[in-house]
């Protein structure tokens, strides 16, 4: 157990917009920058595979850096690194919702799949603009292209080797 000389209390502050707990299909980077300064990114998306839900982006990332190993990925992809996450600082840059939430599993399962093929696109693009992504996006799903211009333009103003990339 810690003791009181091994915990090294600090103060956190966190602040978001109240959009950011919309439920519905959205396409989000993680930027990680390690102890040693190094910068790692994790491309991802809501709205399961195994459910017929689209959570928020907020509900996501207490799910990526928690510990179920279903929903952990991007512990994982850190740890697969070596790099602790305790000891790093992190940056969400989440758009959306693309598309809305449905309830049925055929809207559920073509709006997912519609979303998964800009997530595999971005992922790519990322990676071909330089950035160091941990993640490989599998999606043999058709992609929109004029979609994901927009798409590429919107997250090219936090990324900006993006800006030069097409896909």
């Not at 993640?135 to 900006?160: H, Q, T, W």
Request: hydrophobic share 40%; aromatic share 10%; glycine share 8%.
């Amino acid at each position: 157990m810690n003791g009181p000389s091994d915990l090294n209390p600090s103060t956190y502050d966190l602040n978001f917009d109240g959009g950011f707990l919309r439920r519905g299909f959205w396409l989000y980077i993680w930027q990680v920058r390690s102890l040693g300064g190094h910068e790692l990114f994790y491309v991802g998306r809501t709205g399961d595979s195994s459910s017929i839900n689209a959570q928020s982006p907020f509900i996501r990332m207490g799910q990526h850096l928690g510990d179920a190993e279903n929903s952990s990925m991007l512990r994982r992809h850190l740890r697969a690194r070596a790099v602790q996450p305790e000891r790093c600082a992190f940056r969400l840059v989440a758009h959306g919702p693309i598309l809305e939430e449905v309830n049925d599993r055929d809207g559920h399962y073509e709006r997912r799949d519609i979303v998964a093929a800009l997530e595999k696109a971005l992922e790519e693009a990322m990676r071909a603009a330089g950035y160091d992504v941990m993640n490989i996006v599998r999606c043999l799903k058709p992609l929109d292209s004029e979609m994901f211009a927009g798409i590429r333009a919107v997250f090219a103003a936090d990324f900006p080797a993006l800006e030069g990339e097409a896909h």
